[in-house]
């Protein structure tokens, strides 16, 4: 059964710097990867996705993400966060038999000024 | 374009009460997938509506149930409230292009069950 794992509950970084995100998956195929933005109060936002091709995804917000078969790994990054980033952050594989996304648990940003 | 909005927002119901989420979809969109999202965790999918039909289910009982109506949108309802169903329940809709077509989301229903 596919499932996500994002190991870091909570992520603290200073504001300017560099942050990644950890995500491993568990899929029998070729998996659809996503990762997605919620902020208080909100819905959530699709930041980037990986289907086929290039292994290093660009998203909005100057997020990027790199997909590793080897390391079952989707993991996260920006170069330089802005307060504006802090927010929960879910990796989430979309599965084949009914296209349902199946989430992680989440990893809440906190920036520090 | 419009995007997907859900109602209420917020919600107040007792155990054992029946409740009814709703949902407009994207314009464009029909398919609708309901998604529970309890305190501290992911969003778990409840179902999935695809031209007023259930294609996808995940494990939630048969007191969650849905229905998606021809201008695709969608309603949850859910029978005999329980304390644990207390969540914010997102509504996603997607044009069903293929596997993996992007899913845009509402801003959510947050449900306490008292």
């Known amino acids: 059964a596919q499932s996500v794992t994002q190991p870091d509950i909570h992520i603290t970084v200073s504001e300017g710097a560099s942050l990644e995100l950890r995500c491993n998956y568990s899929y029998g195929a070729t998996p659809y990867l996503f990762w997605y933005v919620q902020s208080p109060g909100q819905g959530l936002q699709l930041l980037l996705k990986?289907?086929?091709?290039?292994?290093l995804v660009q998203g909005i917000k100057g997020f990027e993400a790199e997909f590793k078969r080897s390391q079952s790994s989707f993991n996260l990054r920006k170069p330089s966060v802005h307060w504006s980033d802090a927010a929960e952050y879910f990796c989430a594989v979309g599965a084949d038999r009914d296209d349902k996304i199946i989430f992680g648990k989440g990893t809440r940003l906190h920036i520090l000024p | 374009e419009t995007g997907v909005t859900q109602s209420p927002t917020h919600l107040i119901k007792t155990r054992g009460q029946q409740v009814t989420l709703r949902c407009s979809s994207q314009s464009g969109h029909n398919t609708v997938s309901w998604y529970q999202q309890a305190l501290g965790q992911g969003p778990q999918f409840i179902f999935q509506?695809?031209?007023?039909?259930?294609?996808g289910r995940g494990n939630f009982p048969p007191r969650f149930s849905g229905l998606q109506f021809p201008n695709y949108s969608s309603e949850l309802n859910v029978n005999a409230l329980e304390l644990d169903d207390s969540a914010l329940y997102l509504c996603?809709?997607?044009?069903?292009?293929?596997?993996?077509?992007?899913?845009?989301f509402g801003q959510g229903t947050r449900l306490t069950v008292v």
């Open positions: 996603a809709s997607r044009s069903n292009q293929g596997r993996g077509t992007e899913a845009f």
């Open positions: 990986y289907f086929s091709g290039d292994t």
């Open positions: 509506y695809y031209r007023e039909e259930e294609n």
